[in-house]
Nanobody, 121 residues
Framework: QVQLVESGGALVQPGGSLRLSCAAS????????MVWYRQAAGKERELVAR???????NYADSVKGRFSISRDNAKNTVHLQMDKLQPEDTAVYYC???????????????WGQGTQVTVSS
């Protein structure tokens, strides 16, 4: 089994910055993609940023140029640096990881519990 623990969510003023982190532990051989999603109240969950095992990244159009995703493979951790935050960034942010538990090709998806980000003056 694998557990993901997120941290870093907070209340921040518009224009401010936050850094989210998500650390995985448990039966991990390698981790393929690491992804951040968010879900605002009354809306569907949406992809924010994704980073592959080769550190290739892609972002939602709404966050390009403001958010940056990175990973630390030695610590099985993914970060999301969020700058120039806007009220519309308010949401619960979830991390998701594709984990290979062993030498075989099978991968399994795991979710974190979510961390609240509120952007308000």
């Amino acid at each position: 089994q694998v557990q993901l623990v997120e941290s870093g969510g907070a209340l921040v003023q518009p224009g401010g910055s936050l850094r989210l982190s998500c650390a995985a532990s448990g039966s991990i051989f390698t981790i393929n993609a690491m992804v951040w999603y968010r879900q605002a109240a009354g809306k569907e969950r949406e992809l924010v940023a994704r980073i592959t095992s080769d550190s290739l990244t892609n972002y939602a159009d709404s966050v390009k140029g403001r958010f940056s995703i990175s990973r630390d493979n030695a610590k099985n951790t993914v970060h999301l640096q969020m700058d120039k935050l806007q009220p519309e960034d308010t949401a619960v942010y979830y991390c998701y990881m594709e984990v290979r538990p062993g030498w075989g090709p099978a991968t399994y998806g795991y979710w974190g519990q979510g961390t609240q980000v509120t952007v308000s003056s």
